[in-house]
C-alpha cells in the first residue's frame, strides 16, 4: 500500500492529480485485474443504460464527438470519456458536450479513493473508474468510452458495453502495442463482446479482426461490406443494407469516422431521426482537430502525430490550399520522440513549404534536434512550441497558412499560449 496521504474530498484538483500521478510506479500499466476489482466494488461496470466502446489509432476523438453531437440532438443525455486531454483534464469527462467543475471531479476522485483500499491503480485507470462514477452520478442515458491504448488491456474494457468501434488500424504505440499490425488488430478487437455490434471502419483489416469477432461470436459490421458510403459534391450518402441515408451534411470531421459513428448508432437501436443525425453532423467539432484558430494568416491545428493522421492532415491541407487561393504552408512540429518522427514528417514534407521544430518537455518528449534530421538543412529549430509559433507568425503573410501538428501537447501549449 502506498504511504501517500490521500487529499481530501475538498482538495483542489491540483493537489489530487500530483497525488495521483504519484500513487503507481508507472503513468501506464496495461491489465485489467486491479482496475476491474474496484470496478466492481464500487459498481460502475454499467454506467449507462447504453455504452459504446471505440478503439483505433486515428479517429477515436472524431468519432466519439459525433456520437455525442447526434445523442443529443436525439435527446439523450451523454456522458463522454476521452484522453489525452488538450489544456485542462477536465476536457476528459463531458456530460452533454459541457465539462464539469473542478469541485466534481475531485469528489469523484475521493470516491474512487475509498473504494480502491490497498489496491494501486495508475492515473489512467483512477480517471477512468472517476468518470464512470461521474457518469453514474449524473444518471446519463448513453455513456460514449474512447478507449486509452490499445483495447484488450485498456482500463475501459472493465465496462459492460453495448456496442463496440474501431475507427481504423496503424502502427502506432509500437513500445506497447509492437510493430505488428496483426497483433495490433488483435488488441484493438478485444474490446469486441460476445453477441453484441462489433463496428469495424477500416477498410481491409488484419484477419486478426474479423477472426476474433468470429471466435467470440461478435456480430461484425464491416465497412465495404455491411456498411458503406460514398462522397457527391457537397454532400455524401450512407448505406447498411436495405437503409439509406442520402443528402448527408459534410462533416467538420473525418467522413470515415461519420459513417463509421452512424453504424454504431444504428447498431444500438437508439431512437434516432434523420433529421438528428443531419443537425449533429453539422455540429459535431472537436478541439485540435483540423481546428481553424484565425484566418489572416489561416492558422490550423491538428494532433496528428502519426504517419496515418498526418497523411490524411497533409491531404486536407492541400484541398484548403487549393480551394481558398492559399499561398505558403508554415509548419510548427513538435513530437514524442516514442512515435515515428521520420514517416510522419515524410507524410508532410510534400505539403509544407516553411518548418519551424520545436522541443517538448518531459521523459518521452522528442527534441527540435531530433526532428531537424528529417527536414531540410536550412530549418532552425526552437527551444519550445511557443517560440517556434511565434517565428512562424512573424514570417506568415496574411494569404499564408500556419499549420500547428506532432503531439497533442504541441497543440495544447499553442491553445494556451493563444488564449
Not at 478507449?147 to 513500445?175: M, P, Y
Not at 509492437?178 to 488488441?187: A, W
Not at 437501436?269 to 494568416?297: H, T, W
Not at 513538435?334 to 521523459?363: C, E, N, Q
Request: proline residues 5%; glycine residues 8%.
Amino acid at each position: 500500500m502506498s504511504g501517500l496521504m490521500a487529499p481530501q474530498a475538498t482538495a483542489s484538483l491540483s493537489i489530487w492529480l500530483k497525488y495521483l500521478e504519484e500513487l503507481h510506479t508507472s503513468a501506464i500499466d496495461l491489465g485489467l485485474d486491479r482496475v476491474k476489482a474496484v470496478g466492481q466494488k464500487a459498481e460502475l461496470l454499467k454506467p449507462a443504460p447504453c455504452v459504446i466502446t471505440v478503439a483505433g489509432t486515428n479517429g477515436k476523438g472524431s468519432t466519439c464527438a459525433m456520437l455525442e453531437a447526434i445523442l443529443i440532438e436525439a435527446g439523450y443525455k451523454v456522458g463522454v470519456y476521452s484522453s489525452p486531454h488538450l489544456v485542462r483534464y477536465n476536457e476528459r469527462v463531458r456530460i452533454n458536450n459541457q465539462e464539469l467543475d473542478d469541485s466534481e471531479h475531485t469528489k469523484a476522485f475521493a470516491s474512487v479513493e475509498a473504494a480502491r483500499g490497498d489496491i494501486s491503480l495508475s492515473l489512467f485507470e483512477f480517471g477512468t473508474l472517476s468518470a464512470l462514477t461521474l457518469f453514474k452520478t449524473h444518471q446519463v442515458d448513453v455513456v460514449v468510452l474512447e478507449v486509452g491504448l490499445g483495447g484488450r488491456l485498456d482500463a475501459t474494457n472493465i465496462v459492460d458495453h453495448d456496442v463496440s468501434v474501431i475507427t481504423s488500424l496503424a502502427i502506432d504505440h509500437v513500445d506497447w502495442l509492437g510493430d505488428n499490425i496483426d497483433v495490433i488488430g488483435y488488441e484493438k478487437a478485444g474490446i469486441f463482446r460476445s453477441g453484441k455490434p462489433a463496428i469495424c471502419g477500416q477498410p481491409h483489416p488484419p484477419a486478426t479482426v474479423p477472426a476474433h469477432a468470429d471466435d467470440i461470436g461478435a456480430e461484425l459490421y464491416q465497412v465495404g461490406y455491411q456498411f458503406e458510403y460514398q462522397i457527391e459534391d457537397n454532400h455524401w450518402n450512407w448505406q447498411c443494407g436495405a437503409f439509406d441515408l442520402t443528402q448527408l451534411p459534410l462533416p467538420n470531421l473525418p467522413l470515415p469516422n461519420a459513417a463509421t459513428a452512424l453504424m454504431a448508432l444504428g447498431a444500438a437501436e437508439l431512437d434516432i431521426s434523420e433529421e438528428n443525425i443531419i443537425n449533429g453532423l453539422k455540429k459535431a467539432q472537436l478541439p485540435g482537430r483540423m481546428q481553424r484558430v484565425s484566418e489572416q494568416p489561416l492558422i490550423i491545428m491538428d494532433v496528428a502525430h502519426n504517419p496515418h493522421s498526418a497523411e490524411y492532415f497533409a491531404n486536407q491541407l492541400s484541398k484548403i490550399k487549393q480551394k481558398e487561393g492559399k499561398n505558403k504552408i508554415h509548419a510548427v512540429v513538435a513530437m514524442l520522440h516514442d512515435k515515428d518522427i521520420a514517416s510522419t514528417i515524410a507524410a508532410m514534407r510534400d505539403t509544407v513549404d516553411d518548418w519551424y521544430p520545436a522541443s517538448l518537455t518531459g521523459p518521452r518528449a522528442a527534441t527540435a534536434e531530433e526532428i531537424l534530421q528529417h527536414l531540410p538543412a536550412n530549418c532552425v529549430g526552437f527551444d519550445k512550441p511557443e517560440s517556434a509559433f511565434d517565428q512562424a507568425l512573424t514570417q506568415a503573410g496574411e494569404d499564408d497558412m500556419v499549420i500547428v501538428f506532432g503531439s497533442f501537447y504541441t497543440v495544447g501549449q499553442i491553445t494556451s499560449h493563444l488564449s
